[in-house]
């Protein structure tokens, strides 16, 4: 079946600008999380939704950031007046939400803030 | 809080060698344990896990880990590596009391030399 996608796979942007980045879960994923990649930083955690539940926002690291995930499935990371710090992979996962908690990845999304 | 240690950043290894990379976590409750995998080019995708029971756990590969609850400590282990274990390897922790939320190690960059 089919796997997390993300899009778009690069964005490169200029300093200030806004940008969106995209998550399709695995159909049936109760949850979904968004992490930060950046090099010798391992995986940092952003936010996760699961279900109907409030979502846990405690990695998100300024206001600039926000999440939404609309009807249980699609997932928006918006980014608002970036910085070069923001300049990582994010990367979005999916897990079936059962006791097994293991998380499926999707490709990512390389941003270059200029 | 809960964090994830990996003491070793890069590892280069001959085939056949063996391997230990090292995974200690800070927290007092019961966990679940993981490691992903990252091959050039490629999503990450799990290795192994632990829940409960045994703490000697099979993944995929050839891959093992053991966990010692008294030392904190989940390390990952392989008896003879291969050029195509050339990767980055993370340690991630859950606290087993409901939530989703996950804490993932800086990673190891494993270089197999062919």
């Known amino acids: 079946g089919a796997g997390v996608s993300q899009s778009p796979s690069n964005k490169v942007t200029e300093k200030g600008k806004d940008v969106e980045l995209r998550c399709d879960p695995i159909s049936g994923h109760t949850a979904l999380y968004w992490y930060r990649q950046s090099l010798g930083q391992g995986l940092e955690f952003l936010i996760y939704f699961q279900g109907n539940s409030a979502p846990d926002k405690s990695g998100l690291p300024s206001d600039r950031f926000s999440a939404e995930r609309t009807g249980g499935s699609v997932s928006t990371l918006t980014i608002q007046r970036t910085q070069q710090e923001d300049s990582a992979v994010y990367l979005c996962?999916?897990?079936?939400?059962?006791?097994?908690?293991?998380?499926?990845f999707g490709p990512g999304t390389r941003l270059t803030v200029t | 809080a809960q964090s994830v240690s990996q003491h070793n950043h890069h590892v280069i290894l001959s085939e056949a060698a063996s391997l230990e990379l090292g995974c200690n976590y800070s927290y007092g409750g019961t966990v679940n344990l993981f490691w992903y995998v990252q091959y050039p080019g490629q999503h990450l995708q799990l290795l192994l896990k632990?829940?409960?029971?045994?703490?000697l756990v099979k993944g995929i590969k050839g891959f093992e880990a053991e966990f010692i609850k008294s030392k904190f400590s989940f390390n990952l282990r392989k008896p003879s590596v291969q050029w195509s274990d050339t990767a980055e390897y993370f340690c991630?922790?859950?606290?087993?009391?409901?939530?989703?939320?996950?804490?993932f190690g800086t990673g190891t960059r494993l270089k197999v030399l062919a």
């Open positions: 991630a922790v859950n606290a087993a009391s409901g939530t989703y939320k996950y804490i």
């Open positions: 996962a999916s897990s079936p939400g059962t006791e097994t908690y293991e998380q499926y």
């Open positions: 632990y829940f409960s029971g045994d703490p």
